[in-house]
């Protein structure tokens, strides 16, 4: 880490500073120029709080010169990693293509789902029992019946599942889930991470809707800072001035993601988009760009054939889109 | 709420999502145009999943007309909402000066940094005891025991105290707190918002970094849906491409609050910019736009005079800022 | 176009409005409902200033049914418009390899480039002669001599020539261009859009760094609507608050452009990511979500081996990127 | 300016980078780190090609210490400058109430606004002839009609007239003009801003939508570079996710603007609201913050009162706000 300092700066305020930074472990190297004073701090730098230093006084500006996180750091553990949930794999060149609906409804809507998604290639089962809504007066989800009913789409097709939680006290309801999605708005409920951290079990990490890579990041350090390495990173959308699609997907994630950390990366065009007849295009496009696994949205309603044109896929264009991943996968 | 359907849908499609409409309660006026089909939705549209209406494939855009947000609506309560906690009142005409430290530090700090605020016109007394930080490895707040230190502040100095949660489990250690607040990241923990909203303790909620307006009063919904109506709303900046300040603190947010809403505004100049050298401008700036409170960091700390020059003000500096933002109340 | 009136209008002042609505030509439907009146306007509504419709007293706010471009508007023109320029064609199954330096330096140097590409697969040369720098102390191109050994290169090898326009006042220069490129900077630049309308050359638009995909769209109507339909739109990232690579290449305007809009669409990843070594990445990406053609910096500086690790690929690098873009574009 | 070199620098990189720096008149101070290696540039770096140097292979990152503006920088001009219009003057305590209409459309209406404004304090009359509007459909300003307008409504008041350039081409009709307005999409059109640095008249410099305050601080360089440092620079909202108001007004840039350059820095509430009734707040808390002057829109149309409601304000309203305004001043 790398402190400049403000012409004008006194000895003694720079003294003050350089014991205030030694008591905090640091080795502190002093380059007197002729506009600036340069401090190189040397150590476990991770510890440092950087908005505190960038904001004295005496500071112009505090500069990293290495990343926050260690644990999800590709330079301490250049080796890919795979994580494995129930018979999938992903990571180090395991491809996990996991789908369904939005929201689990029935038994027999999301055991249809299942049965057609994995007819299609698919390797995992998603779906929401506790759904994020931003108002209260919104359907929020069939809670503790819904982790029940994806079980026994899980039996009968064999396919691990992929849920999300919204409280750390239903954690043990989580028993036979297989990955546990951490949503968007709960990126940093460092409460909830810190627990999932104490779990073996495999997390799927969304990005938050304004937050940058490096946050992303340090976020998975919080899990794996508790002991839990299982950790998929998920691509999603961030808010930007468009508002033509629901969120901009910033696909340019999957190849930074896969420079800075070890960790495999998945991406979400559904949530991404919000629009059905984007998904294929952007299902590829992640693809090409290096992600490790695709996470779709696909609804099997034939009573309420309206929904087909929500940001959900039908199986059929679900069978497409995978078609036209393989496809792409294999000319790479 | 008002629906509008693409050139080319069938009868049977227009008939058929009619019909599903209808089974959510709601009365359907369709009116045919050349070009397209609108329907006027009638009856209590705030259980309509605008996002998913939005996506169907023949629906070309969806319009709200009233707002998704009721007991926050000022339609419906068209009267200022007053906050009491403790011996303070916020909205309706009352003004609240918040003050304190980033952190509770120590007994002495918090002792000391609450009687100069008082001394300078806070009414009430802030201080972290949890706090959310981006690294596991960064400091975490004193927890428990701070809480204990700004109850023992507040029964030295009489202010009332202001300090976050961040896990709905601590809930209990928060008895002696006058106002709990909710910080930006998790203002869509929508659990942590329902408990509260069981509470009948006075909650500071603060805008989310990426979170439009319509979504922090739906936020603020949570609370008041399970019966609470104790709310402030804190405008504490959004993150958007400027870099110069920490994040560029949105005071249009204070008008069009009051213009939506009955809960009172304040704004948090110290966070918002990260600079201790803008805290004043814009606490004025914000008293202009009509506030009804600020939050200003304010830190003691004799022995480290570097730290002066932080986001926090020195109680000199706080005083000066609380003249001046009189002086404006006055000239208003 | 719909007009949404507030609840408390009058009759006099609903009156008004429509009166001076029926003043521009406009059919209006008028239903009342319990809540709000609805106002349909039918005719050209692409010449009604929605701002200032959206911001009378009375209006709750206007919704426009139909796009405000017309002549860019694959509604009333659904086939693909193919570009052509010199040699090369772009659009309805034609890809265009534009590539090229970030600059025009020498005539070794461009020449040197445009057989390098040409070999690997270019069918466009691009380079910079007049370069807009956000500083005036940097360096502002080579002008007027630039353009002169960008047609050298052109004699060399055939490729047809990309290059940018800052000033109306140079367009004489621009005679052996083949397609001139309007800047991000300069995308609302509405006196030079109407100017290059005037001509019959091929325009390359590029999207502005804050700029909507619609506004995009009504950019390329300010050329079309003085007579000139040869675009190519462009994506080059947008500005957000990630800050870990330029700017946010914002992929999914490749197939909303292509629902949208019957002009090619080309991406360009190097200004996008500012990082060479996401380059290959993006534009595989690219590729896969549809795009018509890439616009990638390739330098070749034998003496200044440095720069090897700029945005510019070298022309081993850019083989790379052209082979692995073929084999995508095979297996879609 | 700071160059951060990666681990695994060879010493033949380092000297060839060394050797291209020192080409560009810089001193390099190098300190090799166990980790790094760090270069400090010292000269005039304001002509470093920064985006470039950045791109480096291996470059880790680099750090401006200087501001690369000069002229514009407070730190070589530390007494605020004062431009001077016609009557007029603004900043180092001048303050400047500028206000008119959005277009100019008659004599009548320019004339009869121009009184109601003198007469409520406005120093300056704005009034648009050429207008940029995002559609090539819509009313795009009288033109040089416009401008005569505004010079007979300055015979008639006194009152210096502001009015904004689109073209180089049409600069000799801005003769009589006092102060020449380049918007907001103009910012970044540099051939533009070089023309106007050749003359002396006063130029109000707006800032881009989604252009840093360092970037407009750049552009008032190009500007001043030429020759020309009568320049305003005004703050009028940046584009943000939020919709609810048409911009985000970003009132920190006052504080900022005058911490880093010498110039004046003025605030349009009304387009960076787009909401007449979020005018009267967001000028007065401009104010506070330190504005030296405003720019209200101010409409006077008895025949067409619909219009009451728009960004604009009537003249009753502008009154208004005019009397806050000094108030605030006078507390301040």
New interface residues.
Partial sequence: M?A?LKNGTTPE?KN??IQ?LKKQNLDV?V?E????T?L?L?GDT??V?M??L????????V?R??E?FKQANRKFHPKDTIVEAGSARIGGGYFAMIAGPCSVESEEQIVAVAKAVKESGATMLRGGAFK????????QGMGPEGLRLLELAKQETGLPIVTEI????TLELFDNVDVIQVGA??M????LL?ELGKTKKAILLKR???N????LL?SA??IM?EGNENIILCERG?????????N?????A???LH?LSHLPVVADPSH???????VS??A???????ADGLMIEVHNDPE????????SLTPAQFDDVSR?VR??R???
């Fill in positions: 790398i400049i305020q003050h500073l205030w190297h380059s120029g002729k506009q600036v340069i190189g040397v991770s510890r709080d908005e505190l960038c904001s004295l006084e005496i500071v112009e500006s500069k010169v290495s926050p994020p809504r931003t108002s209260p007066y919104a359907f919204m409280n750390i006290n708005r709960n940093q409920n460092f409460d810190k938050g809707l304004a940058t890579l490096q946050e340090m350090e919080y800072s961030i808010r930007t001035f468009e508002t033509y699609t629901r901009t997907m910033d696909l340019s999957i190849p930074v420079e991404a988009t919000g629009k059905s007849r984007l295009s952007m590829c496009a992640a693809v090409a760009a290096g309420h054939a309206l929904c087909d044109g929500a940001q036209r496809a792409i294999e000319a790479l």
